[in-house]
């Protein structure tokens, strides 16, 4: 798939997650909050802030990259519910969480944006989060 | 597209919405809320609960009515924002929201649920907007 030129990752999305995949469109990453599973998959395009900017091709490539996310993290972790969403309200750049979500979690039956703060994985944590994912996202 | 038999709408999202338009895979309906345009699409999918329960087929007539809604939002009111969300925490049937967001509404910039209470429309504006929508939605 040609990408256009001038795609750079928001300093914020940045700042909030790691590197996991890097997939035909997307850049998956991990968001650095060990409250939920909780991934995020950025498409390479440059200037996208919403889902109608995107292409026909690219929206269906997307969704098969959702889809990709949410089993992978469903295998991993075994969530309750997943949550799937594209809201940008703070942070411009179209991105869309793929959070997995459990009664017991701490923002539970709520949405998990602005509720608690996030709880930054440790080192060793953040080492066994990436490769636990890492099996189960195709090769 | 064939449907699996045994759909129904879930009790709560039927009173929680209007119908506006049956698409090819959705129920289209205006969410009784003058707070925000908020249109929900409800795959008639039987016991779907999960993005990841669609079929590639489904994923893809999906996401070009969730694009369709979109733009016609858009068109309809100019929104600011577009949010678009698939959580259903509390109503397990698979639905996802499609809603306008502007700086000054009641929520900005947190996403809208469980921030202020519903206002349902008079009689008056539900038949207005929804005239509205519909010049914007394909024939």
Redesign the interface.
Known sequence: MSLPAGYTLDPRLADDTHPLASLDLCELRLMDDANYPWLVLVPRVADA????DLD?AQ??T???E??LA??AL?AAFQPF??????????V?QLHVHVIG?NQDDPA????V??RVAARPYSPEQLVERISVLTRHLPA
Chains 1, 2 share one sequence.
């Open positions: 802030r919403e889902l109608i026909a929206r269906r997307l969704t098969d959702i889809d949410a089993r469903r519910k997943l949550n799937v969403a594209a809201l940008g309200n703070l411009p979500r539970w039956p709520a949405p944006w602005g």
